[in-house]
């Protein structure tokens, strides 16, 4: 990622490959594509301006790094896993799960089911709770905005919910793509006709990753959309209430 508002102009950065990044008329001008090796930039830059956004950790690495917070867990505590997508994930992933079961230590994976049953399915017996991204209902609206699968998500639900595991619905609320009153109904009955799903969480789309977009030269899908702001999710809570659902509004 690349911030030009912080950088001094050392050049450091174009010394691993200079073809990966270079000047250009407007700063430094970076291809992506052509970096093979980002570890090689990684704290060059003296002033923060270039930054690697990510890191590889073996299972071992990433449980002792879950290790040094076992203190602050306490009884209502646990280990998290978000993303991307958890569940595509290879063995090392359930290998990771396996090892935290024994240290019982409650896991929940926040997820887009968007995978294959059997990708689910390896997870359901070292997981406490699955936090189940629901974006939309309609085939279509699903595939404009996502490029995916509606029917795979909510058949994988379906399936997770028969299982037994326990469910949490979390719902993006988006202006002109969900956020309107039949279009949230149809995911709140969703998620009241299911067995397992007791709780609902509205997550107000916001503009935090503006800057990010900005900083891996990407242009930002949402444009000029405001923030939803928490009162406007009254009826939607109001009505999930109104089912038996417990509801969280989340910033």
């Known amino acids: 990622m690349y911030d030009q508002r912080i950088c001094k102009s050392f050049y450091d950065c174009f010394l691993p490959d200079p073809e990966s990044i270079k000047e250009g008329p407007d700063g430094i001008e970076i291809n992506r594509k052509a970096i093979r090796n980002p570890e090689k930039y990684r704290n060059l830059c003296a002033s923060k301006a270039l930054t690697v956004a990510g890191e590889e950790k073996s299972t071992g690495e990433l449980?002792?790094?879950?290790?040094?917070?076992?203190?602050?867990?306490?009884?209502?505590?646990?280990?998290?896993f978000s993303g991307g997508e958890p569940l595509s994930q290879g063995d090392e992933f359930i290998s990771l799960l396996k090892e935290l079961k024994k240290k019982q230590m409650d896991v929940a994976v926040e997820t887009s089911l968007h995978v294959s049953w059997a990708q689910v399915?390896?997870?359901i017996p070292w997981v406490s709770t699955f936090l189940v991204d629901i974006k939309h209902t309609d085939p279509g609206k699903f595939k404009t905005f996502t490029g995916g699968n509606v029917h795979l998500v909510l058949g994988n639900l379906r399936k997770l919910d028969n299982s037994g595991a326990k469910i949490i619905i979390r719902v993006p609320v988006i202006p002109g793509f969900n956020h309107t009153f039949p279009e949230m109904k149809e995911?709140?009955?969703?998620?009241?006709?299911?067995?397992?799903?007791?709780?609902?969480?509205?997550?107000?789309?916001?503009?935090?990753?503006?800057?990010?977009y900005r900083m891996l030269s990407m242009e930002y899908p949402m444009r000029n959309l405001l923030p939803v702001q928490k009162p406007e999710l009254k009826e939607y809570t109001d009505y999930a209430q109104s089912l038996g659902l417990m509801v969280t509004k989340e910033s």
């Open 63 to 80: 449980l002792k790094e879950i290790e040094k917070d076992i203190p602050f867990y306490r009884e209502d505590g646990g280990v998290t």
């Open 121 to 123: 399915e390896r997870c």
């Open 187 to 212: 995911i709140i009955d969703l998620a009241a006709s299911l067995k397992q799903v007791g709780e609902i969480h509205f997550l107000p789309y916001h503009t935090y990753g503006k800057e990010k």
